[in-house]
């Protein structure tokens, strides 16, 4: 596997656009388009939350009943979440706008939101919007790029990824963007991830290999405890790569699979590192577990934790704070057993052996503290299982940021 | 029942003193005593955390396995949690200098800590307070005031509270004091709570009063989502009342339990109100649930959501957040059927009719949103339970106190 630049338009045969409705944002663009020149094997991962927003339930329909998809439109400014029929009746609308512009089937295009819950679409400016998007799309790196620009939030920097791989000969290419910053803690998948491919793969396989990989990448994600009604993972596969049709578990699908993995790990981060307010990407490994569910359930608690993640903002060796959230994980374990490590580009640390301190040095460890990805290492000694998972700090910015998000 | 002035110091026969012992903070009091003049039945609830700190190991010891308690001996500034072998030994020579200087068997004084984790209390320090203390000690209910300030840490107040009733002639009191305000998430009770009754009542229905009691009062509050190390509640009843022994679950009992609740829920909701940064008390109540555990499930969800509770603190009608943060609670419910109300002393209004926005005011919203005491009632209209939780805003002193809180 290689690692590319790129995004959404890394792989062959898929364009990319970005177009300024003025839904919610000024002097901003806040609609995307990824479009393939060819139909699409479809696979998504879809939010747990029973408020489910009206895009979810469009895009479900279309990934396990349809067949072909083709584009996919996505809007940032309104969630179309808690709008009723009314907002159901906008996804098949701005579908209907798109099929129309791009000479497509209606149902071969799935719709996103993001934005404030509550709010309707001015469909208007949707449906105009997705004329200017249609208009403008292009394969190069850089619509990707705008792309993954238009789609963000409270996001502070656009978010992609693309890697490839060379299977039967050919070269195949898994590329992608995302976007979340707040009410991120995702559970099925996270907020609005689109990966694109040009492998020839089976829906099925497709669909296997994604709803497998988001448990260690979008799953290990949180940046405050909030499981968004939007969250949505969307996989277009193409085919164009002309690769041998993937369609059983051999080494090409575990090729594409790591390309895949790369890809969502690098988004996964991205987003823990873009949270809200946050200045430093927290990781949490968590080693010795005795099975991989104690290992995720004790990583997650670590990374949900207020108290950790406000004495990681004050760069503050608060190890206390750490045993008490893996102490609730409600996970067996031995606390006197548990060695803790801090590391960052600034070095490694041991901080507790056996459950107490190791008497550290508290300088050293706020130099380590004050790095940009800083990584909390637990090893429980109860047996192999690991896990990781990511955050970011709690700092004033999150609170002045949510205080008053829809203003 | 009545509700009265005063807190642990209410009840016939209980004692109380304060003492400044040196232990972390500068110029204040930092030690606390409660002590009864008549042997106490004892019941106890501690924190269901897997790492759980010395007092609580030894506290769990006196109240499943002895007779005749007799003291409370508290500190504030250290927890006494992740402290192995030597934190426990300090317990043991905690209550050992209580019992040289109260004249009292050694295994009838109980501890408690409270403050940073990992820590080594400065065991000499805390042997000279228990000597202030004990020379200290009186029945009045300044004694009571001077206690609940002393075991405060980053409480911004002090919380007590007291209530009595007639049962067989004789006047009952209940009384107790608290402290909490961050690490504050219950889970079979909360931080430190202390509460003293004069009822003459049995070991077995004194345990059973307080482990119900505390499923309604502290283990629905949260103000952080972090489940403490330290949680404690100690009941302690002299029977100086007199009256008839509560044996079995008379009428007498229940005007206990009544009168239990009543100081149970304002030291609960003293703490939500007093969470870290807080600027209000942020009620949940959750009517119409299929269950009273999706009614809880439900409340607490709503609580503990960071991004609702910064948009308390911010006053914004963000009534997705809710409807969202009740989606992800794990509870099955329709989305298109639940009612939203905001109440305060500034007056109620309809938010959500039936999963959709009523079109309210949002001028009237915030200024509901204004006050220092705000509700949101949730009617799922799946069924007739319900439940109510307490938490707090998410401000920027939060982050201010819990980024640097050890220094």
Chains 1, 2 share one sequence.
Not at 19 to 30: F, H, L, M, S
Not at 292 to 317: E, F, P, Q, R, W
Request: charged share 20%; proline share 2%.
């Amino acid at each position: 596997m290689e690692i590319i630049a790129g995004g959404v338009t890394a792989a062959k045969g898929f364009e990319a656009a970005a177009a300024e409705a003025g839904i919610k944002y000024k002097d901003r663009k806040d609609m995307a388009l990824v479009y393939s020149q060819a139909p699409c094997a479809a696979a998504g991962t879809f939010t747990t939350n029973v408020v489910k927003a009206a895009p979810v339930k469009w895009d479900q329909e279309i990934v396990y009943h349809k067949e072909g998809a083709r584009a996919v439109v996505i809007n940032s400014g309104i969630a179309n979440a808690c709008t009723g029929a009314e907002g159901y009746g906008y996804c098949q609308e701005t579908a209907a706008a798109a099929a129309q512009a791009l000479g497509i089937p209606e149902d071969s295009v799935l719709v996103a939101s993001t934005g404030v819950i509550g709010m309707q679409l001015p469909i208007q400016r949707i449906v105009e919007g997705v004329g200017l998007l249609a208009a403008g799309k292009t394969d190069t790196e850089e619509a990707g790029l705008e792309a993954a620009k238009a789609i963000m939030t409270t996001d502070t920097r656009p978010k992609y990824a693309a890697a490839r791989f060379q299977a039967g000969g050919k070269t195949v290419t898994v590329g992608g963007m995302c976007k979340g910053s707040g009410m991120i803690h995702p559970n099925m998948c996270t907020m609005l991830s689109f990966v694109t491919t040009d492998a020839a793969i089976t829906k099925e396989l497709l669909q296997k290999a994604l709803s497998e990989d988001v448990q260690d990448t979008y799953n290990m994600v949180s940046v405050d405890g909030d499981t968004s009604t939007n969250d949505t993972v969307l996989l277009l596969a193409n085919g164009m790569a002309e690769n041998p049709l993937i369609d059983r578990e051999d080494e090409n699908y575990l090729a594409f699979k790591e390309a895949l993995h790369h890809v969502n790990t690098e988004l996964a981060k991205k987003i823990a590192g873009d949270g809200e307010g946050a200045t430093c990407l927290f990781e949490v490994k968590v080693e010795g577990a005795a099975s991989k569910a104690d290992a995720v359930a004790l990583s997650k608690s670590v990374i949900t934790s207020s108290l950790t993640k406000a004495a990681i903002y004050g760069h503050d060796a608060n190890w206390g704070r750490i045993l008490c959230a893996l102490g609730y994980a409600g996970v067996s374990f031995d606390p006197e057993k548990v060695d803790l490590y801090f590391e960052s580009a600034a070095g490694k640390l041991k901080i507790i052996q056996d459950g107490v301190s190791t008497g550290y040095s508290e300088e050293e460890a706020t130099k380590i503290l004050s790095q940009e990805h800083v990584t909390v290492t637990a090893d429980m000694k109860m047996g192999d299982a690991h896990a990781t998972a990511w955050g970011c700090d709690l700092t004033h910015e999150y609170v002045n940021i949510n205080a008053d998000y829809r203003s």
